[in-house]
Each structure stands twice: as structure tokens, then as C-alpha cells.
């Protein structure tokens, strides 16, 4: 898709900037990146060692800063909205769209009060607005908006970085659903085998039914015939008999 190919690009972009630069310089780069409208991921960028290295010096707010943007959410910003730097609006639109992220994650049927709760939005036409123009129209997630329902039906969203931890969550997941599977299929194959022994079974019986009606047939023609020549003979015999008396 084209807004993967673009995340690409401004990854691989930001990843080689971040390596040939340190202190203030990559402060500079971390504003920079966490304020490009069409980059969602940052994980890449927390790796690069020069990045890393901010941490604890005077410089390590921006490291914060980027991690926030990587794992976190707009209610993460509020509530502890001292420990961060001050965003600029760029930013704190980047944020809520990256909490839409994180909440589809969750559940592909998002409350519009929840929703609101969220973002800190304080009523239905400027969610939906923030939902068409700004998430819908930015690529990073499809779906429809159910007025009636007051839900946003997802379709489709945008992965986030994983956090840390989280890839041991992820295969535990899908060890249990790799077991999961195995058994279904497990099962789906003796049923299989059980509707082929019963197919054989069947097929078994239907011949030896077709069987025994030939068999049937036969034997009723054996009958009809013996009956035929009995009565042919009586007809014979007494025709033979009149001659005498004649």
C-alpha cells in the first residue's frame, strides 16, 4: 500500500539522520519527526544508538518525548502532561490519531463517547470531522461512521510500534492459537476420515442392496417362467386327452 511504502521511506529517512547525529542535533530531528503528518512509527528511530544514548543526559526529555509517540496514547500525554514537553498542534493532532491506533487495537467497534473521552473532543460533528479528515482521509484507517449507533465500525487500521515486552505477548498468542489449530484440525481430519468411512459404508450397502434386488429379479423371472411352461404342459395335456376320447 502507498502509506506503507511512504512510512518506509520517512523511517529509513529518519533512522540514517538519527545516526549521524547526537546531543541537541537529534532533539532537533525527534521535534522534527514526531511533527511529520505522514510518519506513525518511531520504534526504528529509538533504536538507533546515538538515540538511546539521551537517556539521562540534558537532552533526555526528547528521548521521552519519542517513546511517548511510540507507545503511547493522548490520555498518557494529559495525565502526566508535566513530565512531557509542551506539543506543538502538529503534534497533538499526531497523538490523538496515534490513540485511534492503539484503541483499534482493542476492538474494531470504537464508542463515539469513548472515543471522545479519549481525544478529548466535546461533541459528535468535531469527531467525525477529526475521524474523516484526519484519520480516514490520512490513510490510516478505514471505516464507517454509524450515526445511529454512535459507533465507529473499523474496517481497517494501522499497526503501531510494539512495545516493549509485547513481542513475548504476541507469541504466546499465537502459540496458543497455533495449538488451537492443530487440534481443529486435528478434529476436522477424524471427521473427515468418519464421513469417508461412512461414504465407504454406504456405498457397501447400496451394493449389496442392488444385489439382492438382481437376485430378486432373477428369481421372479425363474418364477414367471416355470409358471409359463406349466401352463403351456396343462394346455398340451389336456388337448392330448381329448384326442383320445375322440
Known sequence: MEIERKQADLIDHYVKQASSLNGS????????????????????????PTVAQLEGTGQSAYLNLLRLFAYGTWSDYKSNAGSFLQLVPEQVLKLKQLTVLSMAEIGKVLPYDQLMQQLDVTNVRELEDFLINDCMYAGIVRGKLDQLRRCFELQFAAGRDLRPGQIGNMIDVLSSWLATSDNLLLSIQEKIKWADTMSELDKKQKTE??????????????????????TLISGEMKNYSLNLVE
Not at 542535533?25 to 538507533?48: D, G, R
Open 209 to 230: 442392496y442392488e444385489v439382492k434386488v438382481d437376485e430378486a429379479k432373477k428369481l421372479l423371472s425363474l418364477k414367471k417362467l416355470h409358471h409359463s411352461r406349466g
Open 25 to 48: 542535533s537529534l532533539s532537533v530531528l525527534i521535534l522534527e519527526a514526531t511533527s511529520n503528518p505522514s510518519l506513525f512509527a518511531f520504534s526504528e528511530i529509538l533504536a538507533v
